[in-house]
């Protein structure tokens, strides 16, 4: 049987909504929808699974490893296990980002930044 959930009742900050599978429909996956304001993104971190990034809005630039990308609205991040991670938006205006973790809780290790 299908199930609608409401966004709003995912939310967990102002500008962010998670989905955890595992707890709220039993499924193997979770994710984030952001709408992350200008300047700002999520710090580096790890997750021991992969995780893809779809940029529906704006543009960012994402460091995966030891990479610098800037990715525009209609692309896809894919980001391997154990590989650090994390973006800022390059615009004015929010960036909505939907990741998705190949896990049914979302496990993250926050990285000190350099």
């Known amino acids: ?10 939310q967990t900050s102002p ?4 989905f955890e599978g595992g707890p709220h429909a039993g499924t193997g996956f979770s994710f984030f929808v952001t709408a992350t304001p200008p300047g700002k993104g999520p710090g580096l971190h ?5 995780e893809v990034f779809i940029v529906e809005r704006g543009e960012a ?3 995966v490893g030891e ?7 209609g692309n896809v991040v894919i980001v391997p296990p154990e ?11 929010p960036l909505r980002v939907v990741s998705v973790h190949d896990s049914p809780t ?9």
């Open 83 to 93: 590989t650090r991670h994390g973006f800022k938006n390059r615009t004015g205006e």
């Open 46 to 50: 790890v997750h021991p699974y992969t």
């Open 67 to 73: 990479e610098q990308l800037v990715v525009a609205a």
């Open 106 to 114: 979302v496990i993250q290790t926050w990285l000190e930044e350099d």
């Open 1 to 10: 049987m299908a199930q609608v959930m409401a966004l709003d009742g995912l």
């Open 15 to 18: 500008t962010a909504w998670m």
């Open 61 to 63: 630039t994402f460091t």
